[in-house]
C-alpha cells in the first residue's frame, strides 16, 4: 500500500515571500501521480497542481510550482508571491496509475500542512 | 451545473442512531468515492464505486455501509452511529474521460455522534 507523508503540520509564511511545503511517499509502483490540494476554511477541496510521474519536468501553475524528486521519493510545493488567500491546508495526494492492477483512481492523502500567511 | 452535492452538510446524532449521507453528482461520472477527514489524518477512503451496482471497501470501511443504485447517487450509511464516526465526510467523483485525473469533491458533511 502507498503512504504519504507531510512532516510539517503547521507552516506560516509573510505575504509576498516564498514557501515550500514538503511531502514525501512511499510506493513500489513505477507510474503514478501526485496531486497537491488546496483546503480554505470553506471545506472545499481545490486541486491546485498534479505531476505525472513518468514527466522529469516540473509541474507549474502560476505560482505554484512543484520539485519532484523521483528516486528520493519527494514532492514539495513552492508558493512564490504568498498572498493572503493562499492561507489554507494543503494535502499531497498519490493515485496510481490507471495500469495498475485494482487501481480505481482512489487518491491516498497526507495528513496535511496548515499554512498561515502573515500580512 | 451543481457538480457534487452533498445532503446534509450538518448533522448531530446520538449513540446508536442511524442516518444515510447522500453523494449525488451531475457530471455522469463512473467512479464515486466516499472519504472522511480527521484532524492530523488527512482525507482516508472509506467506501468506492467503479460503477452503477458496484462498491468496494476502501482503507477506513468498518462501521459503514454503502449502496450505488444509480450511477448519479452514492450513499453512505451508519447503522448505528458512534462517538469515532464524528468526523468531516467527503464524497468525490471522477470519470474514464479525464483518466480520473480530476476529482470533483463536495463541500462536505460535518458529522457529530453525541
Not at chain 1, 28 to 37: A, G, T
Request: aromatic letters at 10%; charged letters at 15%.
Amino acid at each position: 500500500a502507498q503512504t504519504v507523508t507531510q512532516s510539517q503540520p503547521e507552516m506560516s509564511v509573510q505575504e509576498a515571500e516564498t514557501v515550500t511545503l514538503s511531502c514525501t511517499y512511499d510506493t513500489s509502483e513505477s507510474d503514478y501521480y501526485l496531486f497537491w490540494y488546496k483546503q480554505p476554511p470553506s471545506r472545499q477541496m481545490i486541486l491546485v497542481i498534479r505531476q505525472e510521474a513518468y514527466k522529469q519536468q516540473n509541474a507549474t501553475e502560476n505560482r505554484f510550482s512543484v520539485n519532484f524528486q523521483k528516486a528520493a521519493k519527494s514532492f514539495s510545493l513552492k508558493i512564490s508571491d504568498s498572498q493572503l488567500g493562499d492561507a489554507a491546508m494543503y494535502f499531497c495526494a498519490y493515485r496510481s496509475a490507471e495500469s495498475s492492477m485494482g487501481s480505481a483512481r482512489q487518491l491516498t492523502f497526507g495528513s496535511g500542512t496548515q499554512l498561515t500567511v502573515l500580512p | 451545473n451543481a457538480g457534487v452535492t452533498q445532503t446534509p452538510k450538518f448533522r448531530v446524532l446520538k449513540t446508536g442512531q442511524s442516518m444515510t449521507l447522500l453523494c449525488a453528482q451531475d457530471m455522469n461520472h463512473e467512479y464515486m468515492y466516499w472519504y472522511r477527514q480527521d484532524p492530523g489524518m488527512g482525507l482516508r477512503l472509506i467506501h468506492y464505486s467503479v460503477g452503477e451496482g458496484t462498491t468496494a471497501k476502501g482503507e477506513v470501511p468498518d462501521g459503514y455501509n454503502v449502496s450505488r443504485l444509480k450511477k448519479q447517487n452514492f450513499l453512505l450509511g451508519l447503522e448505528s452511529a458512534a462517538p469515532s464516526q464524528t468526523s468531516v465526510y467527503f464524497c468525490a467523483s471522477t470519470n474514464q474521460m479525464t483518466g480520473g485525473l480530476v476529482q470533483h469533491f463536495g463541500d462536505g458533511t460535518r458529522l457529530s455522534i453525541l
